[in-house]
Each structure stands twice: as C-alpha cells, then as structure tokens.
C-alpha cells in the first residue's frame, strides 16, 4: 500500500512510520519545514519526505494527487502538551488542517482516511465512555479535536469513504516526548531517584504503542465496518498514578521514596480515566496485548538502549 502519514515527527507517528516500513508499505511522510528530526533520523532513506504544511491548501491537493495514496493516517497535532497553548494555531493544525487534508484525499481518491481524535474529546467523566456518549470538551484541543471528529464523521457518511477516527487514550513506549510523565520517571529511575509527584490517585489509561499500532492497521485494513466509525482505543484498566509509581520502583528497583504534591496537578488531571474498548474489540477484533507492567518494562529496555537520544 501507498500510505501517507502526518505527524511522523511525534511520538505515536514515529512508531506507525517504522510499523508501515516493516510490512512493507510505501511510506510518505508530510512534515512542516523545520520539522524535528531525532525521532526519524534512522529511517529518513527508506521514506519519501514532503515538506508540506497542511494549510497550505492548493498544494496539499497537488501533492496527494501526485502520490495516489491507499492509506492516509493523519496524526498531526496541536495543543496536546502544555506548552502548546496558542489557540489559533490550535484551531487551525487541528480544525482546518484535517479539513484541507480530507479535501485534498477526496480530489485524489483512497482506500482509507484514519483521523486521529483524542479520549479527551470526552471531558470529564465519572465512568468509562463509550463512543455513542455526547462529547463535553474542556479545553480548546479538545474541542479542536470534537470538531475534526465531526468533519471527518460527516464528510464519510457524505461522500460515502472510509474515514474511521481512533480515539486514543494514554500511549506510552519508544520515543514518547521527553517531558512526558513515563520518561522521566524512567530516565530519573535509571539513576535511583523520582520526579516531583501530583496526587497519587489521578489515574490514566495506559496502552502500549504497539497496541495502539495494531489499531490503526486494523482500522485501515477493514472494509467492513461502517464509514464513520469512531473508536476508543484504550486497555480499558485504569492505572493510577501511586500504581504506576510502584511499578517503576519495583522495575527499576529505585529505594527513594515518593513525595507526593511535589508537583502541582494539571486541569485536565482527574482519579477517573479509563476506555469503554468494547466497540473495537467486538468490530474490529482488536485487542491490547501489553498490561501496562509489561508495556513498561518494554520501553525501559528501550530506553536503557537509547538514552543518548534523550541527552541531545
């Protein structure tokens, strides 16, 4: 297959890019000028790399039309990390860049279009949400990314394509932004010490790349399921902060001891944040296959293997 992917510079796009490579797919990448190198640097010679911002329209068209693409994976993003708060650019990576990218498939023709949306698309909830529930965002990227959603739900049913959206929960493995929570306490870990710790019980939905991986080529390889199916892509267990904790002490056998409220909490942190992955499991046949303990030790190995990417 000819696949496109966008977002290749980040964590989860890096890891879909290697995963394409490895099966054998042709793989294009849209990147923006300037674009971030160290997570693809090893695999640049075996991509077709378009330096293409996804506003740009008219050339967009042009470039997908000159591909001829089976699979688009659209994973291009911002606003998901605190840094990222101007909210122009929030709108218009998230909102009008999915729209100028679907047009420009439409124009071309493809197999598959697979939008990425967000479990934060959800808000705050006191249960597991299933993907029939009404989105209640509560930030800009969230609601940015209900948007897309929507676009890309409307425009399948619409123009009668295959534009499935996968809601992911919380990936973790190789190649997960530095300033995450699991890197720093895996790179501190190594060296026997913890980071600064909010509130043991704010939890998340933990799921491996590889897992993650397997649902977006099992989203683009179905025929099957209906045009605008959304996904939660999620272990469905929930993992709170004092487990993941306890997990990384027992692992890296660090004796320090956590100091809890040392960092302040987030907005967006809460004790309840789990997947209702019932829909992808019975429609798709999708299943994690990493518990969160065995996904950790996974990417400690890999980390261990590739600090020197972190130092730089």
């Known amino acids: 297959m000819r696949a496109i992917v966008t977002g290749a510079t980040g964590f989860v796009g890096a890891n879909l890019a290697r995963r394409l490579l490895k099966d054998g797919h042709e793989v294009h990448l849209f990147l923006r000028s300037g674009y971030t190198r160290w997570r693809i640097d090893e695999i640049r010679d075996h991509v077709q790399i378009r330096l293409i911002d996804i506003n740009d329209s008219e050339r967009l068209a042009q470039t997908v039309k000159e591909i001829r693409p089976d699979w688009i994976f659209h994973l291009a993003a911002y606003g998901a990390y605190p840094s990222q708060v101007d909210v122009q650019r929030i709108l218009q990576t998230n909102i009008l860049g999915t729209v100028n990218l679907v047009q420009a498939c439409l124009k071309a023709g493809f197999d598959t279009f697979v939008n990425t949306g967000s479990s934060s698309e959800y808000g705050f909830k006191d249960h597991a949400p299933s993907e029939n529930e009404l989105p209640a965002p509560n930030s800009h990227y969230a609601v940015a990314k209900v948007s897309a959603t929507m676009f890309c739900q409307f425009t399948a049913r619409n123009q009668k394509v295959r534009i499935p959206t996968l809601r992911l929960y919380s990936a973790y493995g190789p190649f997960e932004e530095p300033t995450r929570l699991l890197p720093r306490l895996i790179a501190l870990g190594i060296k026997g010490s913890l980071p600064p710790l909010a509130d043991p019980s704010i939890a ?21 399921q209906a045009l605008d199916a959304v996904y939660n892509v999620g272990s469905g267990t929930q993992t709170s902060l004092k487990q993941v904790v306890d997990v990384a002490r027992r692992v ?21 944040w789990v997947a209702d992955s019932r829909k992808i499991r019975q429609q798709l046949g999708w299943q994690p296959h990493y518990d969160f303990e065995s996904g950790f030790v996974r990417t400690v190995k890999w980390f261990r293997e590739n600090l020197d990417r972190y130092r730089s």
């Open 252 to 272: 890296l056998n660090i004796k320090t001891e956590p100091v809890w409220g040392t960092m302040k909490q987030r907005t967006w942190d809460t004790n309840v």
């Open 204 to 224: 998340r939905d933990f799921v491996y790349v590889d897992d993650v991986l397997d649902a977006y080529l099992m989203a683009a390889n179905r025929k099957d």
